[in-house]
C-alpha cells in the first residue's frame, strides 16, 4: 500500500518499497481559487493555441487521461482513468533524484510534483508543478507508440551510472527551483542559486551516463518536436505546459535540427528559453535513438569502462560477470591488466545475486564489510573455470575440500581450501567458497586467511554494470532526505481576501451561488488589489456571455489602467480577453 493514505490500485501496487518514500499525498483541498483561476487560464489558452501546433495525441489524449480545462486534476480521478490505458500517476514534492524519476517511468507511474505555479509565474516556471506534468506529460501517454518509449526510457535510464557531482547539481537545480517558486525569496538568494547551478554547470568534468541520458531526456519528452524541421509538432510537456514557450518556439527564432544521437551532447538550461530544439520524424525513432545510446552504456558494455564508472560514482552499483553472478556495493578499486578488470573490490555492506535474486547467504550481513574476486581466465589454461565440466574441474583440483591454487591471468593468485561451489540454472559454476585462503596480487595481499571464509564470483569477463542493486531487497534504499523542501508559507490576511474574491466568481460561473455580485467583486477588486489581473479577465467573460455590456466596458477600463501600471502583463490580458471573443468552445 502507498503511503500517506494515498489510494492504490494495481499498477501503483507493484512499485517496489524504496519508491513509496518519494510519494506525498495531493492534499486537494489546499488548492484556493487562484490556483485554479491560474490551471484553467493556461489550459483554454493552450487548447486553444496548441490544437493547431502540438501532435495530434495531445488533444485526444487531455480526453482520454481525464483532465479537465476547469479544474486542476485530481489524481484519484487521473488515476482511475489511467489505469485502462495502464499507467498510473503520484504526487511528488517537486524534484526528485533522476533515478527515481526514472524508474518510476519503468513502471509505468508518472510522477506529478502536485504543486501549482505562482500567478506571478504563470507562462513559466522552473520548479516542476502539476501544469507541467498534468496537463504536459499526461495526455501524450495516450499514445501507445510514445507510452512505449517512456517507459522503456525509465527502464534505461534508471540503470544510468552518474557522478558524485551528479547528485550535487541536483540539490542545487532542486533548491533553485524551489526559491524561485516561493512568494517570499529574496532576489540576493535566488541569484545566489543561480550562481551555484552554474558554478556546477561549468565544473563537471567528464559528463556522467546519467547527465547524458538527461540530454536526451530533455530534448525528447520535455521539449522535444515531431515531424519534419520545416512544419513540426509539439509533444514535449515542457513546451506543451508553457503558454509563453510554446508559441515562441514555433518562431524563426529557435532552430530546428532532425533529432539524432547527437542531442546527448547538447546540454540545457532550465533557467532560460531553448535557443535549439530537436525534430524527431515520429515517436518510433525516438526508441531508436534511445537504443544506439544504450549500446554506449556500461549496462551493457561492461568491462573496466563499466567498473571505473561506478568507482567514480562512490553509489551503490552492480557489476555482473560472465556467469550471470552479479555483485553489488560500492565499488571502490579495481586491478587492470590489459586494459581488462582482473580484481574488483567493494568497501562496505554488499551481496551477490543472481538474476536480480539474492544468492541465499551472500546477503550484506554476510559480505557487510565488502567484497572482492578476480575476474578472468587462469593462466596458462585456456578453458576459463565456467566453461570446465566436473570433469574438467576435477582434473584441475578445483573440487571440494582440496587445497589448491588458482593463477589468474594478470597474477592473481588464489590459494586456500575448496569448501563447496554454486552453480547457476545452465550448470555453469558462478561461486567458489574457500577456508584458509590468502589472495595477493605480486607482494599485494588482497585477502587473509584470518578473515574468515573468501567467496570467489567466477567469470571471465564483466558484461554489465550499472547504477543500483541487483535485487532491490539487499539493501537499505529508503534513504531518500531533501536537503531543501517546498516552502509553502503562512498566507496574510489580504491573500485569503483576494482568494476569497476569486471563489466567490467561480462559485457564479460553476453556479454554485449565483446571488453573488460580480459588480460588487470588481469594486472590490479595484479598490484593494489594483494590480491582479486575472480575476477582471474572469469577471469579463461572464459579462461578455451575459452581453452585459456596462459592466464589459468597466471591466476592460479597469484592464487598460493594469496594463499602462504593469506592461509586463498587457500580452497575458490581451490572450486572455482574445479567447473569451473568440467564444472559443473549449
Known amino acids: 500500500m502507498t503511503p500517506n493514505n494515498v489510494e492504490s490500485n494495481p499498477i501503483l501496487d507493484r512499485l517496489p518499497k524504496h519508491l513509496l518514500q518519494y510519494i506525498k499525498p495531493q492534499n486537494y483541498e489546499h488548492y484556493s481559487a487562484i490556483d485554479q483561476a491560474v490551471w484553467r487560464y493556461v ?23 481525464g483532465i479537465s480545462i476547469d479544474s486542476i486534476p485530481n489524481m484519484y480521478g487521473m488515476n482511475r482513468i489511467l489505469k485502462d490505458i495502464g499507467w498510473a500517476a503520484v504526487a511528488v514534492d517537486g524534484f526528485i533524484p533522476p533515478n527515481a524519476f526514472m524508474e518510476f517511468q519503468a513502471y509505468n507511474v508518472l510522477v506529478i510534483a502536485s504543486d501549482i505555479r505562482q500567478l506571478e509565474h504563470i507562462e513559466y516556471t522552473p520548479a516542476p508543478d502539476i501544469i507541467h506534468e498534468g496537463a504536459g506529460h499526461a495526455p501524450i501517454i495516450a499514445n501507445p507508440e510514445y507510452a512505449e518509449y517512456l517507459r522503456r526510457f525509465g527502464e534505461i535510464g534508471c540503470k544510468a551510472i552518474s557522478s558524485a557531482k551528479d547528485y550535487e547539481l541536483y540539490e542545487a537545480v532542486r533548491h533553485l527551483s524551489i526559491i524561485k517558486e516561493a512568494p517570499n525569496s529574496s532576489k540576493k538568494a535566488i541569484a545566489e542559486a543561480e550562481q551555484k547551478v552554474e558554478d556546477l554547470q561549468q565544473n563537471m568534468g567528464d559528463p556522467s551516463e546519467m547527465a547524458l541520458i538527461r540530454n536526451l531526456h530533455w530534448w525528447t519528452v520535455e521539449y522535444g518536436l515531431i515531424g519534419t524541421v520545416e512544419n513540426p509538432k509539439i509533444y514535449g510537456a515542457g513546451l506543451l505546459s508553457s503558454i509563453g514557450e510554446s508559441a ?33 520524424p515520429n515517436f518510433a525513432h525516438l526508441s531508436l535513438v534511445l537504443e544506439t545510446f544504450a549500446n554506449t552504456m556500461a ?43 582482473i580484481y574488483i573490490q567493494t568497501t562496505g555492506p554488499s551481496a551477490l545475486a543472481y538474476r536480480e535474486k539474492e544468492l541465499v547467504g551472500h546477503g550484506t ?3 557487510r564489510k565488502g567484497f572482492g574476486s578476480p575476474i578472468g581466465k587462469l593462466k596458462g589454461i585456456n578453458l576459463a573455470i565456467e566453461d570446465m565440466s566436473p570433469r574438467d574441474l576435477k582434473a584441475y583440483n578445483i573440487f571440494e575440500e582440496e587445497a589448491v591454487t588458482l593463477e589468474f591471468e594478470g597474477d592473481i593468485i588464489v590459494s586456500g581450501e575448496i569448501i ?40 571471465k569477463s564483466v558484461v554489465s554494470a550499472y547504477s543500483g542493486p541487483a535485487d532491490l531487497n539487499s539493501f537499505d534504499l529508503i534513504t531518500h ?8 508559507i503562512k498566507k496574510t490576511e489580504n491573500q485569503l481576501k483576494l482568494e476569497s474574491l476569486y471563489q466567490q466568481v467561480r462559485d457564479y460561473r460553476d453556479g454554485k451561488n449565483k446571488t453573488i455580485s460580480r459588480t460588487k467583486v470588481l469594486d472590490e477588486l479595484i479598490e484593494h488589489f489594483p494590480t491582479d489581473w486575472l ?7 461572464l459579462a461578455f456571455k451575459g452581453n452585459e455590456t456596462l459592466l464589459c466596458e468597466r471591466i476592460l477600463n479597469h484592464l487598460e489602467h493594469i496594463k499602462q501600471n504593469k506592461p509586463q502583463v498587457g500580452k497575458l490580458i490581451d490572450d486572455g480577453l482574445e479567447i473569451i471573443k473568440n467564444t472559443v468552445n473549449v
Not at 250 to 278: C, G, H, N, R, W
Request: neutral net charge; charged residues 20%; aromatic residues 8%.
Open 43 to 65: 489550459m483554454r489558452k493552450n487548447v486553444d493555441f496548441l490544437s493547431s501546433v502540438a501532435h495530434k495525441s495531445y488533444l485526444q489524449g487531455l480526453k482520454q487521461t
Open 248 to 280: 515562441w518556439c514555433m518562431t524563426d527564432a529557435v532552430e530546428k535540427f532532425p533529432y539524432t544521437i547527437e542531442a546527448t551532447y547538447q546540454d540545457f538550461d532550465i533557467t532560460k528559453p531553448q535557443p535549439q530544439l530537436y525534430v524527431t
Open 299 to 341: 549496462l551493457r558494455k561492461g568491462g573496466l569502462m563499466g567498473v571505473n564508472k561506478l568507482i567514480t560514482s562512490n553509489a551503490l552499483g552492480t557489476i555482473e560477470l560472465s556467469t550471470g553472478i552479479q555483485v553489488s556495493g560500492i565499488f571502490t578499486d579495481v586491478i587492470e591488466d590489459n586494459g581488462l578488470p
Open 365 to 367: 550481513l554476510t559480505h
Open 420 to 459: 563447496t561451489g554454486k552453480r547457476n540454472l545452465q550448470g555453469k559454476i558462478i561461486l567458489i567458497s574457500f577456508k584458509n585462503c590468502t589472495v595477493t596480487h605480486h607482494s599485494k595481499v588482497l585477502f587473509k586467511p584470518e578473515w574468515g571464509v573468501y567467496d570467489m564470483a567466477v567469470g
Open 481 to 488: 532526505k531533501p536537503t531543501s523542501e517546498t516552502i509553502h
Open 535 to 541: 480575476l477582471p479577465v474572469e469577471l469579463y467573460e
